[in-house]
């Protein structure tokens, strides 16, 4: 039932992830990985992973919680093992495979504020030795939960777009190759902020 990022902190202990002005969120594991970059090109004390392949910026992850297989939480120093050397440690999304056995699934979800989600995928093989998986993902809240006191205009609009395709081939017992292609587009507002108090 994980829609974002910041709710795998619910289930995994140590890890915290927080939202930034800038939407992007800020991983850190036993405490290691706070940083003073906000910026969606600031890079992480916590490593972002896909299938083991080093992210370069974790805001590349921020789409990405649909079809996985699982999602790993390596906490402490790591060297180059997923070619990407952290001090705080990783997350590593690992996708759903390939198979040759045929599957498909759609599912969906609605919401307060016209809020709507749909996901599915299908799967099997195109030869005997290539299988191929396409799965979508749709994530939209049209209408803003948050209203400007100012202008009056409504903010909290969420807008994900999401897909994958993968390809296995596999010609032979010992031997397997793995092709996957992401696409992702997160149009949705930022979150709306109040001053307080003044300095």
Do not use: C
Not at 28 to 33: A, E, K, L, P
Not at 61 to 66: E, Q, V, Y
Not at 109 to 132: F, H, M, P, Q
Not at 180 to 196: C, F, P, Q, T, W
Request: without cysteine; negative net charge; glycine residues 10%.
């Amino acid at each position: 039932g994980m829609d974002s990022v910041s709710k795998i902190q619910d289930m995994t202990p140590n890890l915290r992830i927080k939202p930034t002005i800038t939407g992007v969120a800020q991983y850190s594991i036993r405490g290691v990985g706070e940083n003073a970059d906000t910026s969606a090109l600031s890079s992480s004390p916590v490593g972002i992973h896909v299938n083991e392949v080093a992210q370069p910026y974790p805001v590349t992850a921020t789409n990405l919680l649909f079809d996985l297989e699982r999602v790993e939480v390596l906490r402490g120093p790591q060297g180059d093992l997923f070619g990407l050397n952290t001090t705080g440690g990783t997350i590593n999304f690992i996708t759903e495979k390939p198979s040759q056995e045929f599957a498909a699934s759609i599912m969906g979800e609605v919401g307060n504020y016209d809020r709507y989600k749909v996901e599915g995928y299908i799967n099997g093989g195109l030869t005997e030795a290539l299988s191929a998986r396409l799965s979508l993902s749709q994530n939209k809240r049209p209408e803003g939960w948050q209203k400007n006191e100012t202008t009056g205009e409504k903010l909290g609009e969420m807008d994900k777009t999401g897909a994958r395709l993968g390809l296995r081939f596999e010609p032979s017992d010992t031997f397997t190759a793995d092709l996957e292609l992401h696409y992702s587009k997160d149009d949705s507002d930022a979150m709306g902020m109040r001053n307080v108090n003044n300095f």
